[in-house]
């Protein structure tokens, strides 16, 4: 199993990024992909997850809601997280994840869930 993120940089508040998740080595149509981040001196921290399949249903951190917006295509084994009107507080590791639990409302934001991870991509954001 692995997981290789991208797009994570350095960026002006009010900018955007686009992350990527690009998966190998899972039935990747079969797990829910999630999103967390973490900050330094912080604790990790639910972002936005996509259900399995089709990715119908979705679920964001309250903060992000209206900012970021999580996708999936499975042609590519990918996952993204579009970030609009960044935040310094916005500024952390990103990490994607998976997790089997199937159904098409099944969005989990619990980090212990998830099976697998990525490495992380650090996403900074200056004011």
């Known amino acids: 199993v692995q997981f290789v993120e991208s797009g994570g940089g350095l960026v002006q508040a009010g900018g955007s990024l686009r992350l990527s998740c690009a998966a190998s080595?899972?039935?990747?149509?079969?797990?829910?992909i999630g999103w967390f981040r973490q900050a330094p001196g912080k604790e990790r921290e639910f972002v936005a997850a996509?259900?399995?399949?089709?990715?119908?249903?979705?679920d964001y951190e309250n903060s992000v809601k209206g900012r970021f917006t999580i996708s999936r295509d499975n042609a590519k084994n990918t996952v993204y997280l579009q970030m609009n009107n960044l935040r310094p507080e916005d500024t952390a590791v990103y990490f994607c994840a998976a997790d089997e639990g199937t159904g098409s409302d099944y969005v989990p934001d619990q980090d212990y869930r998830y099976s697998y991870w990525g490495q992380g991509t650090q996403v900074t954001v200056s004011s």
């Open positions: 996509i259900s399995w399949g089709s990715g119908q249903m979705t």
């Open positions: 080595g899972f039935g990747f149509d079969d797990y829910a």
